[in-house]
């Protein structure tokens, strides 16, 4: 005979959550307007139910375990949910706005995700727009539980995370080291080989651009000093504003480095491109805002937004 499935009762969830919420029984029970007995009794149902303990009296504080803590992230999604499907139902018919959860690689410049995401709210209908930001596994591995709606990426997924999600190329540009006036002057003449010793900030060895800069320097036969690596692309151009070093910047955005960040070209940096990517769970894209996404990526890239020399 099949084991019968444990079915949840969401009132005695919701008080769980409540009081992990509030931060203890007493102020749980003023928000719920029950007794601190009723409340307690509801909680030793739910962990029967659950089989397992989410509560451990820590001093005069009920603290959730291991299991409490991930039961209180799942009711915390779930009652989000409910929050959110009564303020969609509350505006009726096509009034509904699209929820687009995007998440969005840290190694890519916030500026051209900004660029990247912007048909989306462009829609005729309201999207309600959700990011997330972490590195590429993070992210795919959300999309594999549909945390996520879609990701942004410098990079396809590579084989090797095992989630058989789908890489959608949404263009390319070049690629071209920047810096503070003063450094790119000092450097300018016999560029490119001006940069043997020369101070760079890079992004992280794990990343699409930094392996084709490595590959470019080697071409060149050029050893800079590399004097920081990065995971977020916003902090390595805070460093090269003050000075610390040369940064690869994708052109699409070198003149708005140029004139927000004060940075100045030193020049290209050969044959390197950068590549951007939505990445999706399904080869066919449905999400209305999604498919906005990639079929107007190609007209950022196609404008020649490419770096002046010498400002």
């Given amino acids: 005979m099949a084991a019968r499935s444990k079915r949840l009762n969401y009132q005695h969830l919701y008080y769980f959550w409540t009081v992990v919420r509030t931060g203890g029984l007493a102020q749980a029970s003023a928000e719920l307007n029950l007794s601190m007995p009723t409340i307690s009794a509801q909680l030793r149902r739910l962990e029967e139910r659950l089989g397992e303990e989410l509560l451990v009296k820590t001093g005069r504080r009920l603290m959730p375990t291991d299991a409490g803590r991930t039961a209180f992230r799942y009711a915390d999604d779930i009652f989000r949910l409910g929050r959110e499907l ?10 509904h706005p699209l929820r687009l959860a995007a998440g969005i690689d840290d190694v890519l410049p916030k500026e051209i995700a900004e660029r990247l995401l912007a048909p989306a709210l462009g829609l005729d209908r309201t999207v309600r727009l959700v990011c997330h930001e972490g ?5 795919t591995a959300a999309l594999a ?7 942004l990426s410098d990079a396809p997924v590579p084989p090797r995370l095992g989630i058989r999600a789908h890489s959608h190329r949404l263009g390319s540009c070049g690629v071209s080291w920047m810096g503070s006036r003063a450094l790119v002057r000092k450097l300018r003449a016999g560029f490119p080989a001006s940069l043997a010793g020369a101070p760079v900030l890079l992004p992280t060895d794990d990343t699409a651009i930094r392996r084709a800069l490595d590959q470019w320097f080697e071409r060149q036969q050029l050893r800079p000093l590399v004097v920081g690596e990065f995971e977020d692309y916003a902090l390595l151009r805070e460093f090269a504003r003050a000075g610390a070093g040369l940064i690869p910047v994708p052109d699409v955005i070198s003149r708005l480095f140029q004139r927000e ?6 020049g290209r940096a050969g044959p390197v491109e950068a590549e951007f990517y939505a990445v999706t769970m399904h080869r066919e894209i449905s999400h209305p805002a999604v498919a906005a996404i990639c079929e107007r990526a190609g007209l950022l890239f196609s404008r020649g937004a490419g770096p002046r020399a010498g400002a």
């Fill in 86 to 95: 009564t303020e969609v139902l509350s505006l009726g018919g096509e009034a």
């Fill in 135 to 139: 590195t590429l596994e993070r992210l």
């Fill in 261 to 266: 960040a004060g940075l100045a070209l030193l």
């Fill in 145 to 151: 539980v549909h945390d996520l709606d879609m990701a």
